[in-house]
């Protein structure tokens, strides 16, 4: 690999714009040492989104957050142009990956700020929550090296984030038995991929104390109707260009998209 201690985050934000305006992937092996921590990459997706216009001067109204364990949980703000409803057609994305990720999506009922986040347990902050869906996660990235690209230049690429199609929202039930919850997804032709209980956190509300806190971290206060994706429940299955996709929650819905 060709390191260059030299790379600063500056030239990691100028390569993700180029690859997200061109469409064309970045080589990210001489930016490998550009970022130290986290933080560094939580500041390069910032700066990508505002300097593609994203936001505008509000917070991001989608994020994605989640992680192996809590310790692990990481976060991104989404995009505005790939959240959509479902039945999705993204052909019209540059989509190179097509990674599958089967998730329940959680929306905010009220305005969130860091004073009120700092407060919150899992318990607190899924009290907030007004409504679920069903949601499929399509995970891509603008590095050429895709997955072998350093894991602080993925989280820079919005968590190697594509595009996130929600389905139907249903009035949220924080007591529900998310250890009995059954998902079933439909990946072209292959075989169904069915899970029961396999959230890697146990439940999709444990993301919420840590994203809340990190949407808030520097004054912004998220709205009512703010959308979290939570983590996905059948790790990462690969789709093709032509594939049609479906996901299915016992109880809670589907959504449906096509490549």
Not at 53 to 69: E, I, L
Not at 230 to 244: H, P, R, S, Y
Request: glycine share 8%; hydrophobic share 45%; net charge negative.
């Amino acid at each position: 690999m060709t390191l260059n201690p030299t790379a600063t985050a500056a030239e990691v934000v100028s390569a993700l714009c180029a690859a997200h305006r061109t469409h064309q992937p970045a080589d990210s092996r001489g930016l490998a040492e550009a970022l130290a921590t986290p933080d560094d990459a939580y500041a390069v997706q910032l700066a990508v989104g505002r300097q593609l216009g994203w936001w505008a001067d509000r917070p991001a109204q989608a994020w994605k957050s989640g992680g192996g364990t809590l310790d692990t949980v990481t976060h991104a703000p989404l995009s505005p142009a790939g959240v959509r409803p479902s039945p999705a057609d993204l052909r019209d994305l540059p989509l190179r990956r097509r990674g599958i990720e089967a998730e329940i999506a959680l929306r905010l009922g009220v305005a969130v700020d860091a004073a009120r986040a700092a407060s919150l347990d899992e318990t607190a902050a899924a009290a907030l929550i007004e409504a679920l869906a069903v949601s499929v996660e399509v995970v891509d990235s603008r590095w050429a090296e895709g997955p072998a690209a350093a894991p602080l230049l993925r989280l820079a690429d919005g968590q190697s984030h594509g595009a996130l199609v929600l389905g139907a929202w249903h009035p949220f039930a924080p007591e529900r038995d998310w250890s009995a919850q059954r998902c079933v997804a439909r990946v072209g032709a292959a075989a169904p991929v069915e899970c029961r209980g396999s959230h890697p956190l146990g439940r999709p509300t444990a993301v919420l104390p840590a994203w809340l806190r990190h949407a808030t971290r520097d004054g912004a206060v998220l709205p009512a109707g703010t959308v979290v994706t939570t983590g996905t429940w059948v790790g990462l299955l690969d789709a093709q260009a032509g594939d049609t996709v479906t996901v299915a929650f016992d109880g809670l819905g589907e959504v449906s998209l096509r490549f």
